[in-house]
Every structure is written in C-alpha cells, then in structure tokens.
C-alpha cells in the first residue's frame, strides 16, 4: 500500500529555517519523481518543489526560488523540503505527492510563520 507521511511542521517566526519530511512506503520510492505542495486557506493548492529520480531539484514557484528547496535520501525512502527565510505568506499545509500513476498525497503538515 502506498503512502506518504510527512512531518516537520510548526510554528516559526519569519525569517527563520524549517525542513520537512516526507516518508514513502509501499512504492519503489527512487524510481519516482516526488514533489511538494502547499494549500493556504481560501487559496488553491501549488506545486511548490520537486526533485527527479537522480536527485535533480525542480522548483515550481519563482517566488520560492533560493528559498525551497527538495532533496532526498532514496536509502530512507525520504524526500524533504528545505525552507529558508519563510514569511508570513508560506502559511499552509504543505504535502508531498507521488505521481507516476501512483497519485498520490500524504496527510498534510501545517507550517504556520507569524511572529
């Protein structure tokens, strides 16, 4: 059974640095391209990183440029999502997604920056 759990989320102040994770299970996990998303309240989901099977970072958001960034570890069935400098705008819940024709997402983390 595939899935996708993600963890890391909190509160931070702007400025501030917060990794999350996401752990895969039940797929062939470096056979796959793997991404990141976020969902704000009231706003749509985006696609704001992603990283290829070999490693390479693909970023979504020109925003985010230079502040996102996916990595991943494929002995640990992991992909992260490094954020620098957040702001009070990248409030949301992000998730990770396998596509592939696997579709599909974990359960969410919440990121909240105020100060």
């Known amino acids: 059974q595939v899935q996708l759990v993600e963890s890391g989320g909190g509160l931070v102040q702007p400025g501030e640095s917060l990794r999350l994770s996401c752990a895969a299970s039940g797929f062939s996990f470096r056979d796959y391209e793997m991404y990141w998303y976020r969902q704000a309240p009231e706003k749509e989901r985006e696609r704001v990183a992603g990283?290829?099977?070999?490693?390479?970072?693909?970023n979504f958001v020109n925003s985010e440029k230079g502040r996102f960034a996916a990595s991943r570890d494929n002995d640990q069935n992991t992909v992260y999502l490094q954020m620098n400098n957040l702001k009070v705008e990248d409030t949301a819940v992000y998730y990770c997604?396998?596509?592939?024709?696997?579709?599909?997402w974990g359960q969410g983390t919440q990121v909240t920056v105020s100060s």
């Open positions: 990283i290829s099977r070999f490693g390479d970072v693909l």
């Open positions: 997604y396998v596509g592939g024709g696997l579709s599909r």
